[in-house]
């Protein structure tokens, strides 16, 4: 069985990424990304002379901070109608990447979709988070919710950052702090989302568990020679599902956007983790 499921998983990616016949659109290579240069100025409590005595910590009002990422997507169409391509979001600045969004790369994916819907591998965000609706699809820009003003905070003040579910939010245990981050956001997963129809889509994604993520090598381990699949993690989940309905339609000059998303998994520590997440969106 081991075997049978190997072998498949070789075919689809072969078939999806290699798939040098028949051909009825070349694979088409988009080079994209972005480069933020940001000025952060911060008026904090946490920050007076005062509190500076008592902690031994002092903290300048002023910092810079550089995000740059180079994407790169493939997208291709077999005569078929069988689409496939991928993407690489590599990581491109001369730090490494405060929030733990990889060591390399922020996403490396493959996809293969048709009339059937879209079938996704690899290290990328899962239907929850892609299918989500909240208040961030209104109050965008670096200082709306979810944007960039919590690089900037005192990571020492204890609060929730950013409206997500847990694994969108990140690991906040080894953190030291609430503020979150992204080192379960891109873990490994399939994903599988329907066409959508009359407004309505669901999608549906399996991970493995809350560390594999990438080659999955164990940082530290002996003679590390492929994903850890040690089962001894209390209060991590395993046999995590993740995924979501979502509506998006439009009326006249009104659009309605709606979804429920939530993700479910088992735990060595607790029998059932369970979280869910809803919200409305009118346009």
């Known amino acids: 069985m081991k075997k049978i499921l190997l072998g498949t998983t070789t075919l689809i990616s072969a078939a999806g990424l290699f ?25 904090d409590d946490e920050d007076s002379a005062g509190t500076a005595s008592q902690t031994g910590v002092s903290q300048r009002p002023q910092a810079f901070r550089n995000d740059t990422q180079v994407d790169f997507k493939i997208d291709g169409k077999k005569d078929n109608g069988l689409g496939y391509g991928g ?32 079938l996704e591998m690899g290290s990328n ?8 609706v909240d208040a961030a699809s209104i109050a965008r820009a670096t200082g709306g919710i ?3 003003w919590s690089y900037f905070a005192n990571a020492s003040d204890q609060y929730l950052a950013m409206a997500q579910l847990p694994l969108g939010y990140g690991d ?4 030291g702090n609430l503020t979150g981050d992204h080192t379960q956001e891109n873990l490994n997963k399939l994903t599988y989302y329907t066409p959508r129809f009359s407004g309505f889509q669901v999608g549906i994604s399996y991970l493995p568990d809350q560390t594999n993520r990438g080659q999955g090598i164990p940082a ?21 599902f993740t995924g979501g309905i979502s509506y998006d339609n439009k009326f006249g000059d009104i659009g309605v956007a709606l979804a429920l998303t939530g993700e479910i998994g088992g735990s060595l520590s607790l029998p059932m983790k369970t979280s869910a997440l809803g919200a409305v969106v009118v346009r």
């Not at 929030?99 to 493959?110: D, E, L, P, W």
């Not at 906040?172 to 953190?175: D, G, K, Q």
């Open 220 to 240: 530290g381990a002996p003679n590390p020679v492929g994903p850890d699949r040690t089962d001894t993690n209390p209060g991590l989940s395993d046999n995590i």
């Open 172 to 175: 906040v245990t080894s953190a």
């Open 19 to 43: 798939a040098g016949s028949a051909l009825a659109e070349t694979p088409k290579v988009t080079v994209g990304g972005y480069a933020n240069f940001e000025v952060g100025y911060v008026s």
């Open 125 to 132: 965000i899962g239907a929850d988070g892609t299918m989500k």
């Open 87 to 118: 993407e690489i979001d590599l990581l491109a600045d001369t730090s490494s990447d405060v929030q733990g969004r990889g060591v390399n790369a922020s996403k490396t994916f493959i996809y293969m979709d048709g009339t059937w819907g879209r």
């Open 146 to 148: 979810n944007g960039d």
